[in-house]
């Protein structure tokens, strides 16, 4: 398994006694998190660009699933990730806009949990733009006629639009902008875990280091 950062800097060198951890400091943990953000959305390969999204049901109950990360807004502090907006998942981040991001990679042993605030956009000028960075192989995927999770007769009944009807395709796209209020992070070594929390519900962010 190739080592993180921070197990690299910690790796115990003949002659050296003191090796800095680089998951000492808040401010290099955050800018870390960021990073992690940013390679998620540029770089299909990374192991963050499928990340994990949990909303609340009409029942109460949690329901999670995987998304692509398509988008992210370092100074806005805002995720994006599309959906079909007749999805149960549209529906519960209108009804609720609370939302949770997770996001975990093994090789570097770091999580990300990331309390958000949802938003919906579909046939506006968000989702327009997002629209537009869309490649037509994803595109395609919204020229269903059955909204997701509808029961079907079986796998191969399911009935897509014409070919070139984007314009239908288009109105059942939606972009959700997620903006996030808390980042808690998480890094597991072997030599002592790192776990902190960011929060920028008060309108200034405050950090504070927890117990693993």
């Avoid at 400091?25 to 949990?54: C, E, F, M, Q, T």
């Avoid at 009409?58 to 370092?74: A, C, H, K, M, Y």
């Avoid at 009935?159 to 996030?180: L, S």
Wanted: proline share 4%.
């Amino acid at each position: 398994m190739r080592p993180g950062i921070a197990d690299l800097a910690l790796r115990d060198l003949r002659g050296s006694s003191t090796i800095a951890n680089p998951y000492d400091d808040l401010d290099l943990i955050l800018k870390k998190a960021w990073s992690i953000l940013s390679d998620g959305v540029h770089r299909a390969a990374s192991p963050y660009h499928i990340i994990n999204v949990a909303t609340l049901g009409s029942d109460l109950t949690p329901r999670i699933r995987s998304v692509v990360l398509r988008g992210f807004d370092e100074p806005a502090r805002t995720l994006r990730f599309h959906t079909d907006a007749r999805s149960a998942k549209a529906t519960e981040i209108a009804r609720n806009k609370n939302l949770t991001v997770h996001v975990y990679a093994k090789d570097e042993k770091i999580q990300l949990r990331i309390a958000c605030r949802g938003t919906i956009h579909n046939c506006d000028d968000v989702s327009r733009e997002a629209w537009r960075l869309t490649k037509k192989m994803s595109r395609h995927c919204y020229r269903q006629l059955e909204g997701p999770g509808t029961v079907v007769p079986s796998y191969d009944s399911v009935g897509f639009g014409d070919d070139d009807d984007f314009d239908t395709a288009y109105r059942h796209f939606a972009a959700v902008v997620a903006k996030i209020e808390t980042l808690e992070w998480l890094y597991l070594s072997a030599s002592g875990h790192r776990r902190a929390l960011f929060d920028w519900r008060g309108g200034s962010a405050t950090r504070v280091w927890l117990a693993p």
